[in-house]
């Protein structure tokens, strides 16, 4: 079974120093410490001894994971042998994965990888031996406050390194862990005190980026990530540029965000279906950019999988919303075992729901998906649109969504309030995500009307968006209703909240003429055309 910890931890470089005339000598140990009982807190440094620990890093041929800043190494030796893959989550901050020992990778962390390896094989790419001498920083009652480590690295090429090939490198350097719980600011204290020893901090993100760089293998991936990474360097220029830096930013996050859905991180099932949905309507909107016979499979596709995606999420959004309606009563409007029922209610949603979200991420159909946006944008259907000027194609593909929303939200206000005006206005909401979207992506070339215009769109969206929530939840008030009725309980708390949501609708609906009037269509064409 894996277990996660946080880690939050810096690196610093030492150079290679002779000594007695030995060109082979390095520097090792606490010795090469300053004092670090200087620093505000810390008591002690005591002494941990030596460890050997020998790691080899696995990634594709073309270094994929290596492009997004993992990790997946297999280690022996210390206290923590196994494998352990890495995910970055801010400056000095990854969150580290680890599975005991085993000679193939764990299918926990298989998974994990998934979306970015898909049919590509892990394969070894360095092997890193380590001498590991470390010291605790303590303080005077004797806690932890940190970890440091002074390393003495040899790399290896893999998978030819692994069986003693020539590709190595060696170094020492200084690593600082945080201990758990404490506080971040210890870590710029003895930085502090490191600096003024003359330790810089290292250049490289981790031993495995060292290794790569020094030993001339971060140089030899040709594959989708690494040509993927120098087109983002690419500063756009023309409106092809642009909408594939916007659909290449969405493939990035639906890649990103599939570990988090795995790890049922917060809000992870939204973000992936936004990207998913992102991306499809940048293929609809922008049809004079990108050839729409070639992305209209993909599109098709990221349908399917924004919808499968929905069944999770709006189990979340729902439960959320039916709880705080009944956390916003005073216990004697709540007849009936209230609680119990939307608990049971809400776990059994939520099982369905992420059972059948992780058997979508594992399937093949998902995995086709990925790899054919890889593929499109390594050789991207670009139109004649795409090599004109971002100021002349993106704003027209704006307005034409704006008046496709235009035409829904009118049809939908002249309709008596009831079931077919519920329908036109989530369609409404629809076209707003969709115009919204749409500016977005033309935003970097664009500027300020474009992020303006977003914003308006949002608010309609927002707008429409809990319209159509109220919708849904007064459906699953109804249920549970008759669920409570069926058990012989009081159905009066489920009726007294299908009421507010009813009436909550009724003041969207109200609001939504004067939301609309900010958004008006002579102001939009001044604003993006000037």
Do not use: N
Not at 207 to 224: I, V
Not at 366 to 384: G, K, N
Request: proline residues 5%; glycine residues 8%; positive net charge.
């Amino acid at each position: 079974m894996a277990d996660t910890k946080r880690e939050i931890e810096r690196k610093y470089e030492l150079p290679v120093r002779p000594a007695d005339g030995d060109s082979g000598s390095r520097p090792h140990g606490p010795s090469l410490l300053p004092d670090l009982t200087k620093v505000r807190a810390v008591s002690a440094v005591t002494a941990r001894g030596v460890t050997e620990l020998d790691a080899v890093y696995h990634d594709t041929p073309d270094l994929r994971l290596t492009a997004g800043s993992l990790t997946l190494r297999r280690r022996t030796g210390g206290a923590d042998e196994g494998w352990h893959l890495k995910f970055p989550v801010g400056d000095g901050v990854r969150d580290e994965i680890r599975a005991p020992l085993s000679d193939t990778l764990p299918g926990e962390l298989a998974a994990l990888v998934r979306s970015r390896v898909r049919g590509a094989e892990l394969t070894p790419v360095v092997r890193l031996r380590t001498s590991r001498d470390t010291s605790l920083l303590v303080d005077e009652a004797g806690r932890t406050l940190a970890e440091v480590a002074v390393d003495t690295v040899r790399a290896e090429r893999g998978p030819a390194g692994t069986r003693g090939g020539t590709g190595t490198a060696e170094w020492t350097e200084i690593e600082v862990e945080l201990a758990d719980d404490g506080d971040p600011a210890l870590l710029d204290a003895v930085e502090k005190v490191l600096r003024k020893a003359g330790v810089r901090p290292s250049s490289a993100r981790s031993k495995l980026a060292r290794a790569l760089a020094e030993t001339e293998l971060a140089t030899e991936g040709t594959g989708p990530g690494k040509r993927d990474a120098a087109a983002t360097k690419r500063a756009p220029v023309t409106a092809g540029d642009h909408v594939l830096a916007y659909v290449r930013e969405q493939a990035d996050a639906i890649v990103s965000y599939d570990p988090a859905v795995r790890r049922d991180l917060p809000d992870s099932v939204h973000q992936l279906r936004v990207a998913t949905r992102r991306m499809r309507s940048a293929f609809r909107t922008y049809g004079k950019v990108l050839d729409r016979d070639a992305t209209r499979p993909i599109g098709a596709e990221l349908k399917w999988l924004a919808g499968e995606l929905g069944v999770d999420r709006d189990q979340e959004v729902l439960a959320e919303r039916l709880t705080a309606g009944v956390d916003a009563h005073d216990t004697t409007l709540l007849l009936g075992p209230v609680h119990a029922r939307l608990r049971i209610w809400d776990a059994a949603g939520r099982t369905d729901a992420r059972t059948r979200t992780l058997a979508v991420l594992d399937s093949p159909r998902y995995l086709r998906l990925l790899d054919s946006v890889a593929a499109l944008l390594a050789d991207p259907p670009l139109l004649d649109g795409a090599g004109r000027k971002p100021a002349k194609v993106l704003p027209r593909a704006v307005v034409k969504d704006y008046e496709r929303l235009a035409g829904r939200v009118e049809h939908a206000l002249g309709l008596a309030p009831g079931e077919e005006r519920d329908l036109a206005l989530h369609d409404a909401r629809k076209a707003a995500k969709r115009a919204r979207y749409a500016a977005d992506a033309a935003e970097p070339a664009i500027g300020k009307p474009a992020k303006r215009f977003s914003k308006r769109m949002k608010d309609v969206q927002t707008v429409l968006g809990d319209h159509q929530d109220s919708v849904v939840a007064r459906d699953a008030l109804r249920d549970l209703a008759v669920q409570a009725h069926a058990a012989g309980e009081s159905a009066f708390t489920w009726g007294l909240l299908y009421g507010e949501e009813e009436s909550r609708a009724a003041d969207r609906e109200r609001e939504l003429p004067r939301i609309w009037r900010k958004s008006a269509k002579r102001k939009l064409r001044t604003a993006l055309f000037g």
